[in-house]
């Protein structure tokens, strides 16, 4: 659950700064992704979740607000160690935001949980991960999707260093500018379309197969062994950037599991998250299928 105050500016250590609305939303990166999927995908595109909840009051809100956009939630399960994850958000005039999560019961999930996992895995195109959940889990989970086929895409956020040996195991990577410094150990730049080649091969050689660099209003840029390319973003008067990079993950999934190329399906995502910003919150802020295809068209025009 995301609890959002929206601030003039953030505040500094020890000091306290008066917040202009409070809001209280369905959140969390993964449940975000699937969302967006669920929201976006077409009637033959069935998107389901696997996480953790607590037995709080959030849970079962959490679990009908993604029930009610066509996701499956049977792969969420409640415990009794953990409440429910958090998100505290402050967004200021910019839309800018800043985030601390906790991530409760997701902290239950354990690789002793991954080969219950087999089923949900099986005849799926894509499966999006973040970080939110414990990296021993992540991992295990990453290798049996591949195994079975199933193209990965791992947003690496909350943002850290990850090991050649996992990254080995996501075939997209999808870092903004902080988790691609992050992950190759440099201060946190902002990269700009000149600078993106090489960054994105430095990650590569980390062990990511795809590099997909979420540059925020410049767009994205791609990269793999064999092509490259760049998708501006679509320019729009940005309020809240809550959630713009879980459903530009949730919009690639789509594109690419409709057999979408990557510079129709970096489009595709690139409008998603263009219209996610225009309002607040996280689920909340994801645009529906056919809002994304009029925008799209209405940009053609």
Request: proline fraction near 5%; aromatic fraction near 6%.
């Amino acid at each position: 659950m995301d609890f959002v105050v929206h601030v003039g500016k953030f505040p500094t250590a020890g000091e306290t700064v008066l917040g202009s609305a409070f809001e209280m939303d369905p959140g969390g990166k993964g449940a975000n992704q699937a969302c967006a999927a669920g929201r976006l995908g077409g009637p033959s595109l069935q998107a389901k979740m696997i996480g953790r909840v607590g037995y709080d009051l959030f849970a079962d809100h959490l679990k009908a607000s993604l029930g009610a956009d066509s996701v499956d939630v049977s792969g969420v399960h409640a415990t009794r160690s953990e409440p429910t994850g958090v998100a505290f958000i402050w967004v200021d005039r910019a839309g800018q935001n800043s985030i601390v999560v906790a991530p409760g019961a997701n902290n239950a999930l354990s690789p002793r949980d991954v080969e219950s996992l087999r089923p949900a895995l099986m005849g799926a195109s894509t499966a999006l991960f973040q970080l939110e959940t414990p990296l021993a889990f992540v991992e295990a989970t990453l290798q049996l999707a591949r195994s079975l086929g199933v193209r990965t895409i791992l947003d690496p956020a909350p943002a850290q260093t990850l090991s050649p040996k996992f990254l080995g195991h996501v075939d997209i990577l999808t870092p903004n500018e902080t988790e691609a410094c992050l992950l190759l150990s440099r201060p946190v730049v902002r990269i700009g379309m000149t600078e993106a080649p090489e960054i994105a091969g430095a990650i590569r050689s980390l062990g990511a197969h795809t590099v997909i660099l979420k540059l925020g209003d410049q767009g994205c840029y791609y990269q793999d062994d064999r092509e490259e390319w760049t998708a501006p973003a679509f320019k729009v008067d940005a309020i809240d950037t809550t959630a713009a990079g879980d459903t530009f993950n949730g919009a690639l999934a789509v594109a690419l599991a409709e057999g979408e190329s990557i510079d129709r399906a970096l489009r595709f995502a690139n409008a998603a998250s263009a219209l996610s910003v225009t309002r607040r919150g996280a689920q909340l802020s994801v645009p529906k299928r056919s809002e994304v295809d009029a925008f799209l068209k209405s940009c053609a025009s």
